[in-house]
C-alpha cells in the first residue's frame, strides 16, 4: 500500500498567517491527491482534488501544489473558521491511503 | 442538493454483525462510485471498501477484507456495508462517500460524504 506521509502533526497560527501542510507519497502517484478539512464532530469535506483543483464552493485561499511524491496544502491569511484537521487523501491505487492528519491550532 | 444520509449504527458484541446503509438523494446515484470510511476514536481517517457505479468493481482494506461486505441497489439509490465478525479495533464512526468523477472509481476525489454513522464493538 501506497503510504502518505503527512507534515507537521500540529501547528499553532493566527488569524491572517500563511500556513504550509505537506504530504509526501512512498511512491509516485501523479497528480492523483485531494486534501480534506474537517472539523470536530462534522465530516470531512474536500478542499483540493487533482493536487490542485480548488473545489467548487471553497474559498481561493486554499491552494494546492506537487505532483509525484511531493504535496503542499497552503493556506494564505489563515481565518477562524480554518482552524481544523487537514488530511491528504490519495487515489492513484487501492487502497486509497489517507495522511496522518495536521492540527491547525489557534496560537 | 446531495445528500447522504446514513442509518444502522449502534452497540454490538464482539463477533456479531451489523449492516450500515447510505441514502443518497440529488444526484443519478447510479453513475457514481460510492465508498465507506472510517474514523476510530481520536484517530484519523481510514479507508474501508469502495464499488464502482455498475458493482463491477470492489475494494477493501486489508483490515476488512474477508469480514465486510459492500454492496449498493441503484434502483433504491443506496449503498451498504455488511460487517460480520465484528471486533473492538472496528468500532469508529462510519462515513459513506460519493466520488466526484462521474463513471469513476479510479483516480477520483470524494466530494460528498454522509454523516457518519457510529459503531460500537463491546461485550
Known amino acids: 500500500a501506497i503510504q502518505m506521509t503527512q507534515s507537521p502533526s500540529s501547528l499553532s497560527a493566527s488569524v491572517g498567517d500563511s500556513v504550509t501542510i505537506t504530504c509526501r507519497a512512498s511512491?509516485?502517484?501523479?497528480?492523483?491527491l485531494g486534501w480534506y478539512q474537517q472539523k470536530p464532530g462534522k465530516a470531512p469535506k474536500v478542499l483540493i482534488y487533482a493536487a490542485s483543483s480548488l473545489q467548487s464552493g471553497v474559498p481561493s485561499r486554499f491552494s494546492g501544489s506537487g505532483s509525484g511524491t511531493d504535496f503542499t496544502l497552503t493556506i494564505s491569511s489563515l481565518q477562524p473558521e480554518d482552524f481544523a484537521t487537514y488530511y491528504c487523501?490519495?487515489?492513484?491505487?487501492?487502497?486509497?491511503?489517507f495522511g496522518q492528519g495536521t492540527k491547525v491550532e489557534i496560537k | 442538493e446531495v445528500q447522504l444520509v446514513q442509518s444502522g449504527g449502534g452497540l454490538v458484541q464482539p463477533g456479531r454483525s451489523l449492516r450500515l446503509s447510505c441514502a443518497a438523494s440529488?444526484?443519478?446515484?447510479?453513475?457514481?462510485?460510492m465508498h465507506w470510511v472510517r474514523q476510530a476514536p481520536g484517530k484519523g481517517l481510514e479507508w474501508v471498501s469502495g464499488i464502482s457505479w455498475n458493482s463491477d468493481t470492489i475494494g477493501y482494506a486489508d483490515s476488512v477484507k474477508g469480514r465486510f461486505t459492500i454492496s449498493r441497489d441503484n434502483a433504491k439509490n443506496s449503498v451498504h456495508l455488511q460487517m460480520n465478525s465484528l471486533r473492538p479495533e472496528d468500532m469508529a464512526l462510519y462515513y459513506c462517500?460519493?466520488?466526484?468523477?462521474?463513471?469513476?472509481?479510479?483516480?477520483?476525489?470524494?466530494?460528498?460524504w454522509g454523516q457518519g454513522t457510529l459503531v460500537t464493538v463491546s461485550s
Open positions: 487523501l490519495q487515489d492513484y491505487d487501492y487502497p486509497r491511503t
Open positions: 462517500a460519493k466520488v466526484g468523477g462521474l463513471g469513476s472509481y479510479y483516480n477520483t476525489h470524494f466530494d460528498h
Open positions: 511512491q509516485g502517484i501523479r497528480n492523483d
Open positions: 440529488g444526484f443519478t446515484f447510479g453513475d457514481y462510485a
